[in-house]
């Protein structure tokens, strides 16, 4: 199973493994959902929402994201799809 650091940080998959950008991991790995966001890293703040299955964070990213976009969207809305960013069980990783 990966670790938050890792699920936040995969930029992709390689068959039955997720790849891993470890720089931004050593960067960024220890801020928060709300940090990452307040920083315009909104993938890897909606990753860490997902990760944590609390509903506030992901509210938290949504809110971050409309302020500095100036968009509306919601939380509820489809935001898989627009980070890309979908649950996978995998049990390695290949950092990058």
Not at 22 to 35: I, P, V
Not at 62 to 69: A, D, F, L
Request: hydrophobic fraction near 40%.
């Amino acid at each position: 199973m990966l670790s938050r650091e890792e699920f936040v940080f995969t930029i992709g998959y390689d068959g039955p493994a997720a790849v891993v950008d470890n720089h931004a991991k050593k960067r960024y790995g220890r801020l928060s959902t709300a940090e990452l966001a307040e920083k315009g890293l909104f993938r890897a703040a909606y990753s860490s929402a997902v990760w944590s299955k609390n509903p506030a964070e992901m509210e938290t990213v949504v809110e971050i994201y409309n302020k500095i976009t100036g968009d509306s969207l919601r939380p509820d809305s489809s935001l898989d799809r627009l980070f890309g960013v979908f649950p996978v069980e995998v049990k390695r990783s290949i950092v990058l």
